[in-house]
């Protein structure tokens, strides 16, 4: 069955360092998403995207934040700087229909 | 400001039992409604997604969904240990862009106690 990928599964960075999270969506999904877990806390929206743009994007997502989709398959979210309060679980999603399929997700570790 | 709310428990069942969990939505304009189990550290899992009232009956889980009281429930036929999570209620919104972001509520944990 397929199913969403993610890499790394675990990223420790340095604050102000710029990491990139990589997924790879499922290959007939047309609509992508980020979200984050900080521990202990609600799941949050962070970005959608679709046909090669962002469609929508929460408060959290400001300009340290971006996504890519470089080719036919990766799905990427680049933090530019990164800051203790972005530790936390970053998960990738995709959709073809209404139900949206989590990848395994990264934890990122900023010290 | 959109709110999904659930009992964070625990919720704590004997195996066998039916374990039944709630949550309530503040969006009026909700249309799509999903069940996610999430195990410790590790990423939501869809259990069950529901777009209308009523129930929807799949395996040992059943989702029912009233939006004019604007909650939607699942319940959990002959628990077992491994149905020991926390579950996550997600609501999204249709929205002209047909975005579909999805917010969360925290999620109730379920103890099945062999």
């Known amino acids: ?111 | 400001q959109k709110e999904v709310e659930q009992n964070s428990g625990p919720l704590s069942v004997p195996e066998g039992a039916i374990a039944s969990l709630n949550c309530t939505y503040s969006d009026r304009g909700s249309q799509s409604f999903f069940w996610y189990r999430q195990y410790s550290g590790k990423s939501p899992e869809l259990i069950m997604s529901i777009y209308s009232n009523g129930d929807k009956e799949d395996g040992r889980f059943t989702a029912q969904l009233n939006k004019a009281s604007q909650y939607v429930s699942l319940l959990i036929r002959d628990s077992q240990p491994s149905d020991s999570a926390t579950y996550l209620c997600a609501v999204n919104t249709h929205n002209a862009g047909n975005n579909r972001k999805l917010i969360w509520g925290l999620g109730t944990s379920l103890a099945v106690n062999p």
């Not at chain 1, 609509?31 to 970005?47: D, M, P």
């Not at chain 1, 300009?63 to 080719?71: A, G, K, L, N």
Request: charged share 25%; with cysteine.
């Open chain 1, 1 to 111: 069955e397929p199913e969403v990928t993610q890499t790394p599964s675990h990223q420790v960075t340095q604050m102000g360092q710029e990491v990139i999270l990589r997924c790879v969506p499922i290959s007939n999904h047309l609509y992508f998403y980020w979200y984050r877990q900080i521990l202990g806390q609600k799941v949050e929206f962070l970005v959608s995207f679709y046909n090669n743009e962002i469609s929508e994007k929460s408060e959290i997502f400001d300009d340290q934040f971006s996504v890519e989709r470089p080719d036919g398959s990766n799905f990427t979210l680049k933090i530019r700087s990164t800051k203790l309060e972005d530790s936390a679980m970053y998960f990738c999603a995709s959709r073809r229909q209404g139900e949206q399929y989590f990848g395994p997700g990264t934890r990122l570790t900023v010290t």
